[in-house]
């Protein structure tokens, strides 16, 4: 684990969450990243949580510094570099925010999960384009920022054999793709 943080919560997993939108800015279909975490959770101090967590809980990532080292391997290799630390002058603070591949435009969190978006799809179809990569914990996330997405929770709860990727945390399977 990284560095003990003052507040935190300890997942019993994560999952990496992918799929497809539009660049804002020069319109390229770049693929985007999120972080949904499962319990049961420990706590420590008072992190920053929309909702209480039971056991049975999925809460969204939104913010968290430092990522554990295993999570932090999977979304490397995953997005290649475009899911990375930022400063967002909209937030006035750095989080972990995903960038356009084809012009490195950054895209913030509150367009990808509007209805519709890419992690809040509305039908189907939007499920379709969801891919994840699900790795063991427990993992601690410090400083967190979570909220809850019940759309997302129910897809996570019902994924069907082959559509994600076990990834232990021990070790991230190099080469592994969304």
Known sequence: MNAIADNAIVAAKAWVL????????????????????AGPFTLRGEPDLVVSPDDDAILTLTTAAP????????????SRGRYRLDHSHT?????????????????????????GEAFFPMDDEGFDQLHAICIQGPMEFGEPSCGYNGALAHWIANLSTGQF?????????PGERL
């Not at 497809?20 to 985007?32: E, L, P």
Request: negative net charge; charged residues 20%.
């Open 18 to 37: 992918s799929a497809k939108t539009a660049c804002y800015q020069c319109h390229a279909n770049t693929r985007v990243f999120a972080i949904l975490l």
């Open 91 to 115: 937030a006035g603070s750095s989080y972990w925010m995903n960038h356009c591949e084809a012009c490195d435009a950054k895209l913030g969190d509150y367009y990808l999960e509007r209805p």
């Open 67 to 78: 990522l554990p080292n295993e999570a932090l391997a999977v979304i490397d290799e995953s």
């Open 165 to 173: 990727h076990d990834v232990s945390a021990s070790h991230a399977i």
